[in-house]
């Protein structure tokens, strides 16, 4: 049997920081991920943040990865965060900027898939000087201890034997779920995230957002668009893409289900998005049914080569950098060449194949994944035997706010864990005293192990402060109290310091409630709320188009089995699963696994378990 | 120490063809229906790559060492830079002359084989597609594998090699009377020239050969940016080809018209059956068991 020092499960930012942490300490680790190849598996937002704590230090993304800041392909960085709430077509903005701003050397937009693969590149590099690496494609389907030796099982590869293990096989970690080191996280515990990433060229975004060309923004939405759930809407800009995404509390959705398609969509309809994410969008004509099968077929593909031609061309028309490399490898004179050549490009497609240009927006991914609140639910004892949990594996996400934060706080995870787990190399020792515990109490020290904790009096305060000029009669006397702490100053250093004795297992059924998320926005936006115009409608894709769209690899066995057919949850998954997989027969619910994305929404009554090896969803943005 | 660092290496050679790329969105065609060349993006034959990764096996397994051939235009070595990207390939031989041009394929086998003589070393296996997609028919692999007196595996769906007893044992898929899909296994001492399946998929079952694996897929990327140096072209003389066999005096047959084969009238009698009727269903599946006690082997 081949031996390992350490093996890391899950290739998501956190595992791979684990794996990179190890390399630089010297350690020999392999990395397991499912995936066929790394990012394939990853959704986030997703905003990573790199924070500077009050008290304390946090390992942040430039520190283990030197040369992020220079070579990273991350998005852009937020420069501007605004909050907007809506009532049908009103919608009255708030700066949060302060917020966004709040500890935080900067936060930047990132697309998982791209991001987890330069990682990988960053961390294998240093792995492979110790004889480790990463592995993709492979599935750890179960862990043994045989008379002090640790046994890995996966589904592809002969087994191997390792010394420590650090899990980080996100929030449906099937590792803790096999070792017994934690329940399945409730819905009351979990979020569920959906999110569609729509192309948009990167020049048009800085127009569009009215930012530079290394700037970004981040809007974030609250009111009657959340339909009636706590939780909001969010949209991102990347560099030629945004992300626009819902995230709402799970038990929110049990109670009144919604589609969680339809929660993107109805952010999609909201005029002031619609705006945002329009476009120009070519439009074949119908090819003419009579003509000869060779016709038809010659027409059918030159059409699609000149789409492509003129959306590639376009894409680096309206990139400064692609636009300069053009030049630069003298395919184009000048940039204005470029320019000429795309439309005349534009007036070959419409003379010559009755193409037309339409106002719409492109949507090229849609996802969703549940994302753990680590207020509710982080692992008290992220450790079991020599196994430590990081990052959503140890249902280690923080929401405070409108921010949302699992990326940077699985990096400061990994690297507390890679550290514990070269200590434990150096001595030999791998017990959970020597090993677990030190892990726990490293992690216990971590800034973000307090923000899961306490409230933050500064933070509230910049929320508090931002919403202080609203007047206040013109809010419904019943949400007065929240008004009241909205605009008074002494009400709201009073309401910051109960908040902390009351704690957060009491605040939070105050907080997080329809009234903060639904009605009071709704009602800000219907009396102060500008109207906003669209002017066009938006061509939603079905769902059925939205997972054509996505690349399966499909298994011919289900990695889900639904356990109890006729109970209410699983009636509910029927509208709640993102792909439509559940549908209803005589004898109960039942599963078509085959358009599964994995996102854990039905983990809690079914037998969950990730696909094997390179099978299931792979994602091309993330 | 594994038993691949001790041993002799393996020398495998793998001759690969350049195609147009006929994906939607890449493939242009002209009015008249036939396919134009100018227009149409060219890229590494689907098989030729299927024949790339299975010398990439050995190479992952056996610490095998690869070189890859092609007899072609200047713009051909493209596709050794495509096939080096994908198997770290050591070496890489473009057979480039005027008058290979024309050649059927005899004459490129004849071209392949004095190219595969000219390698620098003695090569143990030679791969090759199961054949190309622009119209050829599967003839080079063979005719070559004739030529250089090798041993022919064709229709390969898996390999071993024995490193000390220097033989190849190989799956074969063959159609036995009619019935697909029947495996037939087959030892062989190298030299061997395998004929790569197109269902061909190399399997790494073991930690460390994914590690290598992946380490030879990051070498594989800086080398193929640097091709040119891996990179030797030759001509006719170079190889030292007996003009008498190559190029359209070595073609003992020339491709004269391709033209589209006429639908037939289809000879079948289809029924729609309703799914939900079980008589009808049963009828099928009676149906069918007719069909096959017919094909039984016997
Ligand atoms: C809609 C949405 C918005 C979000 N917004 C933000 C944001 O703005 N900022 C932020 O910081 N965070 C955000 N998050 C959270 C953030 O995305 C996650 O916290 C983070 O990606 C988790 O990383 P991870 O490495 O812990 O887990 P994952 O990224 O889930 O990685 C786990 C990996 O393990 C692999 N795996 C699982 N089981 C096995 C097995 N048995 N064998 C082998 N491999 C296995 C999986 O394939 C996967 O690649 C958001 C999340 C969502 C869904
Ligand atoms: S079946 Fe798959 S996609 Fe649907 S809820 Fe369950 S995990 Fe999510």
């Given amino acids: 049997m081949e031996k390992y020092d350490v093996a890391i499960i899950g290739g998501g930012s956190a595992g791979l920081a684990a794996l990179k942490q190890l390399s630089r300490l010297g350690k020999q680790a392999i990395l397991f991920e499912s995936g066929n190849k790394i990012g394939a598996k990853n959704i986030s937002g997703g905003i990573l943040y790199s924070k500077k704590p009050k008290k304390g230090k946090t390992y942040n993304v430039e520190d283990i990865y030197e040369n992020f800041l220079q070579d990273a392909p991350f998005e852009r960085k937020i420069t501007k965060y605004i909050l907007h709430a809506t009532a049908k077509d009103k919608v009255f903005s708030i700066d949060l900027t302060a917020a966004h701003k709040y500890e935080a050397n900067f936060g930047c937009s990132v697309l998982m898939n791209k991001l987890n693969q330069w990682f990988a590149q960053q961390a294998e590099e240093a792995a492979q000087k110790y004889g480790g690496g990463i592995v993709t494609g492979v599935h750890v389907r179960a862990i043994r201890w045989e008379d002090g030796h640790t046994i890995i099982q996966t589904d592809e590869l002969e087994e191997v034997e390792v010394k420590a293990i650090i899990a980080a096989d996100g929030v449906n970690s099937e590792i803790a779920y096999m070792t017994g080191a934690r329940q399945k996280f409730s819905p009351s515990e979990i979020y569920q995230g959906v999110k569609v990433i729509v192309k948009l060229p990167d020049e048009i975004i800085n127009q569009r957002f009215s930012i530079g060309p290394d700037e970004g923004s981040a809007h974030l939405f609250a009111g009657d668009v959340t339909l009636n759930h706590i939780g909001g809407g969010f949209l991102y800009t990347n560099r030629d893409t945004l992300s626009l995404g819902a995230v709402y509390h799970l038990d929110s959705l049990l109670e009144t289900p919604n589609e969680p398609y339809e929660l993107v969509n109805t952010l999609l309809k909201n005029p002031m998005i619609s705006e945002l994410v329009k476009d120009e969008v070519p439009v074949r004509c119908e090819i003419d049914r009579d003509a000869p099968k060779e016709e038809q077929m010659r027409i059918r593909f030159a059409v699609t080569k000149m789409i492509k031609t003129w959306a590639e061309l376009r894409d680096s028309y309206y990139s400064k950098k692609e636009k300069e490399r053009l030049v630069k490898e003298g395919k184009y004179g000048s940039p204005e060449e470029i320019g000429a050549q795309l439309s005349s490009l534009r007036d070959q497609m419409s003379t010559k194949y009755g193409i037309k240009f339409e106002t719409d927006y492109v949507e090229v991914e849609y996802s969703a994944k549940t994302i753990p609140d680590g207020k509710r639910c982080r692992m008290e004892k992220p450790y079991f035997k020599n196994i430590l949990f990081v990052g959503d594996a140890a249902g280690r996400g923080i929401f405070v706010g409108p921010r949302i934060e699992g990326i940077n706080v699985g990096i400061d995870d990994a690297v507390r864990a890679a550290n514990a787990v070269a200590r434990a190399l150096d001595k030999d020792n791998f017990t959970e005293k020597y090993l677990g515990e030190y892990y726990s109490r490293l992690i216990e020290d971590s800034p973000y192990t307090h923000d899961l904790k306490v409230i933050d009096k500064d933070y509230l305060e910049i929320f508090l402060g931002a919403v202080k000029e609203v007047p206040k009669e013109i809010i419904s006397s019943k949400y007065g109290l929240v008004i009241k702490m909205m605009s008074s100053g002494t009400l709201r250093s009073f309401a910051v310091g109960v908040a902390n004795i009351l704690g957060y297992e009491n605040l939070l059924p105050i907080i997080e409630t329809v009234d903060t998320y639904v009605k009071i926005p709704t009602e800000l936006a219907e009396r102060l709320g500008k109207r906003m115009y669209a002017s066009y409608a938006p061509t939603i894709p079905s769902i059925a188009q939205r997972i054509a769209k996505l690349k399966f690899n499909d298994d011919n066995i289900s990695h889900i089995k639904v356990l109890t057919p006729t109970s209410e949850f699983m009636k509910k998954m029927i509208t709640l699963c993102p792909t439509r997989c559940y549908f209803m027969e005589k004898e109960g619910v039942i599963i078509q696994h085959e358009g599964c994305i994995e996102c854990g929404t039905c983990s809690e009554e079914t037998d969950w378990k990730h696909p094997r090896g390179e099978k299931g969803i792979n994602y091309q943005y993330g | ?298």
Avoid: C
């Avoid at chain 2, 690969?16 to 100018?38: H, I, Q, W």
């Avoid at chain 2, 050649?103 to 004849?110: F, H, K």
């Avoid at chain 2, 799956?171 to 697909?180: A, F, S, T």
């Fill in chain 2, 1 to 298: 120490m594994t038993l691949k660092n001790q041993m002799d290496p393996i020398n495998t050679a793998v001759i690969v063809k350049l195609e147009p790329d006929f994906s939607e969105g890449n493939v242009s065609y002209n009015p008249d229906g036939t396919l134009n060349r100018a227009e149409t993006k060219n890229i590494l034959g689907p098989h030729s790559a299927i024949a790339v990764s299975a010398a990439f096996y050995a190479k992952v397994k056996y610490g095998a060492k690869i070189a890859i051939g092609t007899m072609g235009p200047p713009m051909a070595e493209s596709i050794l830079q495509q096939a080096q990207l994908m198997s770290n390939a050591d070496e890489l031989y473009l057979y480039s002359d005027r008058i290979f041009a024309g050649a059927d394929t005899l004459a490129t086998a004849e071209v392949l084989k004095a190219g595969i003589q000219k390698m620098q070393k003695k090569i143990d296996i030679v791969f090759s597609g199961h054949r190309a997609s622009d119209g050829e028919t599967g003839q080079t692999g063979p005719q070559t594998a004739w030529k250089l007196g090798m041993t022919f595996l064709g229709h390969v769906i898996d390999y071993e090699i024995n490193l000390e007893s220097r033989t190849v044992r190989a799956k074969r898929l063959v159609r036995i009377q009619g019935v697909y899909d029947v495996v037939e296994e087959v030892e062989s001492p190298l030299p061997v020239f395998i004929a790569i399946d197109p269902s061909y998929k190399p399997k790494f079952n073991t930690v460390s050969q994914r590690l290598d694996y992946e380490k030879y897929q990051k070498e594989a990327v800086k080398r193929a940016q640097d091709f040119k140096q891996y990179l030797k072209v030759f001509n006719a003389a170079q190889i030292e080809a007996d003009p008498k066999f190559i190029g359209i005096s070595g073609s003992p047959t020339i491709v004269y018209k391709v033209e589209r084969i006429p639908k037939g009238k289809a000879t079948r009698q289809a029924k729609v059956i309703d799914g939900s009727n079980k008589e009808q269903i049963r009828e099928v599946v009676t149906r069918l068991l007719q069909a096959l006690s017919t094909m039984a082997i016997k």
